[in-house]
């Protein structure tokens, strides 16, 4: 079946040490978009591909990088992880152009921070 | 700024009975979407149903329906006959019909649902 895969499903990095999760898709979407979810918190756009075309959220921390090397894929790299980014990170991509399209969702990456 | 906002943290429902999940969103814009997702414990969320807000009929897929109040700002989902299945966190998000495809989101409802 067509999905959105990330992984791992559960990474544990420690204070300051840079990690990177992943993310792939089957759908030949053209956005994909990088979500942050903390525990009890509403998930949190970070920033966005449309193509190769970067689209970063204005709030967005520097330490939150991202690189999408082909269609399929997409990383986000995390410099210098904080305590405060132990989250649950959402990865979706969605098709662009006029209209409606709707995004799908992997299942996400729960980053733990020691 | 878009936000959405669900007052309920955790609600709950015998099977077969009825719930219904509130949400509340602020917004400039006269054309947009809302949405709710549903996501299941450690599973991906997954996209339960979708209102434009031009169209004043109120959505429905199977169980699921809206009651959408434009003026009021509203968007509650309504689970009828609800199923052990059902038991997730729910959503309840807002994209702007134009310009970035950006969802904005409610901090979620958890439904347990009680056999």
């Known amino acids: 079946d067509a999905m959105v895969i990330q992984n791992p499903r559960y990474q544990v990095t420690q204070f300051g040490k840079p990690v990177t999760l992943s993310c792939s898709q089957t759908?030949?979407?053209?956005?994909m978009y990088w979500y942050q979810q903390k525990s009890s918190q509403a998930p949190k756009l970070l920033f966005h591909?449309?193509?190769?075309?970067?689209?970063n959220e204005a709030d967005t921390p520097d330490n939150f990088q991202s690189r999408r090397p082909n269609t399929s894929f997409c990383f986000l790299d995390i410099r210098s992880p904080g305590l405060g980014d132990a989250a649950m990170y959402l990865c979706?991509?969605?098709?662009?152009?006029?209209?409606?399209?709707?995004?799908?969702f992997g299942p996400g990456t729960r980053l733990t921070v020691t | 700024a878009q936000t959405v906002t669900q007052s309920q943290p955790e609600m709950s429902v015998q099977e077969a009975e009825t719930v219904t999940l509130s949400c509340t969103y602020d917004?400039?814009?006269?054309?947009?979407?809302l949405f709710w997702y549903k996501q299941p414990p450690s599973r991906q969320m997954i996209l339960v149903i979708r209102?434009?807000?031009?169209?004043?009929q109120n959505a429905t897929e199977n169980r699921f329906s809206v009651n959408f109040q434009k003026a009021a700002k509203s968007f509650s989902l309504k689970i009828s006959d609800s199923q052990l299945g059902d038991a997730a966190m729910y959503f309840c998000?807002?994209?702007?019909?134009?310009?970035?495809?950006?969802?904005?989101f409610g901090t979620g409802t958890r439904l347990t649902v009680i056999p």
């Open positions: 917004t400039s814009e006269s054309d947009y979407y």
């Open positions: 998000a807002y994209r702007a019909k134009t310009g970035a495809n950006n969802l904005f």
């Open positions: 759908l030949n979407h053209n956005v």
């Open positions: 209102q434009e807000a031009y169209k004043q």
């Open positions: 979706a991509t969605s098709r662009a152009g006029p209209g409606y399209y709707e995004q799908y």
């Open positions: 591909y449309y193509d190769k075309d970067f689209n």
